[in-house]
């Protein structure tokens, strides 16, 4: 038990300090219904106020707690106030103080989360009065006063259950039952009530993420979290720590307007809500994240034949596969499809005229002269881009972890200055936690880069690259090469041992840069995804 201490000013009267008993007034709502309706906050405190004064007891402004939590759980979970009303009355040892509440409900719904707030202030010598009931320091009336408290917590635990068999009812029929999802609100219907309805930020924002993504604009996910950061879909962290809520939107059946819950066993069906993009999208975006359809680049390539893997049959579809064959003592090498049941199936084609073949194909389709300068100003864009962003990044980190260390700082004068063992143990706590965040946000942080020196070559190596594919392609090691194919090519190439190489195989790189230049953009119009059906 804590031991009430004397007021250390010598000059106040014992007597007077004894007689006075300070209200600490809390009150609680779990829901903004709650907080607007006649038993909210407002209601709860004026009859706290009544009660307090009927009983002669000190009431100050700085001791008045309104919270919005849930009804049930512990103050350390989510009862930030009460954890308040510890650290006051440990502020003022030598002060009698009493908890005013409107009903025992207020505390918590759940039996272990009142009894192990009232053991706290039981401890610093502090006891609970309420209008509506009458407490009782006797076995006879911690045994109500537990009947009460368990009361609330079956109520709390029936009306769960009732909102929950009325949101799965609601899921049944293929209404999405929760709070909005990110790109939508929850706009009320006169026929359907409250339906998912595409906002500015999922139409404007979302829908070319998802699209960018799905049609290989965004190659990795963190592609298209900077371009939502970029966008303001998101915006207080690093694009690289919103990769779980992508993964989840890009999984999410809702966004081509249908419903699935499966923590209740509800299967995904059609919904009434219209989506952000069509059913093709949403199954190339599938697609790309169960890894089908993306190219892999082989391990077990080999030094003697740098196109295995990299090249399919014309006949059937099948990998090409090579290798060396002994005929008359002598080794000779051939790429050859092995599919028996194909025309060209285990005949072979000679390396030399294969591997000549693609040298012709890179080498005819070189860029043309009068696109240089178009490859120059792209790039020069898009280098300064990354530049500025990167340097923006840089500061947003270094601001970031400025406000942490000033948050931890406080954390610790308030764990100095704390007289509770447990208040200080969930102030250590948060230091721990804001301490790994400094870490993360210094693994992450962005050095400031020079890069004025290197851009010439940078610049260099890429025009080089689409100007003469074949001659860097020469100079890369093997892994090396396989990577550049699949830059210069948007899949495997297919070869016939009778007519080659398809005329058709044009390296994207130099068919992108010849598109964009003879294109006017003006009259490219953008179209937007159609819902699958009027759903209204």
């Not at 996910?221 to 303001?232: A, P, R």
């Not at 060209?344 to 043309?368: I, M, P, Y």
Request: aromatic fraction near 10%; proline fraction near 3%.
């Amino acid at each position: 038990m804590v031991k009430r201490l004397e007021p250390k000013n010598k000059s106040a009267s014992l007597n007077e300090v004894r007689e006075k008993t300070y209200a600490l007034i809390y009150c609680r709502v779990s829901s903004e219904r709650q907080r607007t309706e006649g038993h909210g906050l407002d209601a709860q405190e004026a009859r706290c106020r009544e009660y307090s004064e009927e009983k002669n007891l000190v009431i100050q402004e700085n001791y008045i707690y309104r919270e919005r939590a849930t009804g049930a759980g512990s103050s350390e979970e989510n009862r930030a106030l009460q954890v308040k009303i510890i650290q006051d009355i440990d502020k003022y040892p030598f002060r009698n103080f009493v908890v005013v509440i409107d009903d025992l409900s207020r505390i918590a719904r759940d039996t272990k989360g009142y009894l192990s707030f009232k053991e706290k202030l039981k401890k610093r010598e502090v006891n609970f009065m309420c209008p509506n009931f009458q407490f009782d320091d006797t076995p006879e009336g911690d045994y109500i006063e537990t009947v009460v408290t368990a009361g609330n917590e079956l109520q709390r635990k029936v009306n769960r259950r009732q909102v929950i068999q009325k949101q799965k009812a609601r899921l049944d029929a293929g209404y999405w039952a929760f709070g909005s999802k990110k790109g939508y609100d929850m706009i009320k219907d006169p026929q359907h009530g409250k339906i998912l309805t595409p906002n500015k930020e999922g139409l404007e924002m979302l829908k070319p993420a998802l699209e960018g993504f799905a049609n290989g604009i965004f190659v990795r996910k963190v592609d298209v979290c900077k371009f939502l950061v970029e966008k303001g879909f998101w915006q207080r962290q690093h694009p690289s720590a919103y990769i779980d809520k992508l993964d989840f939107i890009l999984r999410d059946p809702a966004n081509i307007g249908d419903i699935e819950y499966l923590p209740w066993e509800v299967s995904r069906r059609l919904g009434h809500h219209n989506g952000i993009i069509d059913e093709l999208t949403y199954n190339l975006i599938q697609n790309r994240l169960d890894k089908k359809g993306i190219n892999r680049i082989r391990i077990n390539v080999s030094e003697d034949f740098p196109l295995r893997g990299l090249l399919v049959c014309a006949g059937c579809g099948h990998f090409i596969t090579a290798a060396w064959t002994t005929a008359r003592g002598k080794s000779f090498p051939y790429y050859f499809c092995q599919n028996g049941l194909c025309e060209f199936g285990k005949k072979s084609a000679r390396r030399k005229n294969v591997e000549d073949g693609f040298k012709d194909l890179l080498e005819k389709n070189k860029l043309k002269p009068e696109i240089e300068n178009l490859v120059q100003v792209v790039f020069e864009k898009v280098w300064k881009d990354e530049v500025s962003n990167s340097e923006l990044e840089r500061k947003k980190g270094l601001q970031l972890k400025f406000s942490l260390q000033e948050k931890i700082e406080n954390l610790t004068e308030m764990a100095v200055q704390s007289k509770s063992d447990s208040i200080r143990k969930i102030y250590e706590e948060q230091i721990e936690k804001v301490m790994a965040e400094i870490e993360r946000v210094e693994c992450k942080s962005i050095e400031k880069i020079d890069l004025s020196v290197p851009y010439r070559n940078a610049l260099d190596k890429a025009i080089g690259l689409v100007k003469s594919p074949y001659a860097v392609w020469q100079k890369l090691p093997l892994l090396e090469k396989h990577q550049l194919f699949f830059f210069l090519f948007d899949e495997k190439l297919e070869y016939s041992k009778k007519e080659g190489y398809r005329n058709d195989n044009l390296p994207c790189a130099v068919r992108l840069f010849e598109d964009f230049a003879t294109s006017n953009t003006l009259d490219v119009e953008k179209g937007a995804s159609k819902p699958r059906a009027n759903k209204f």
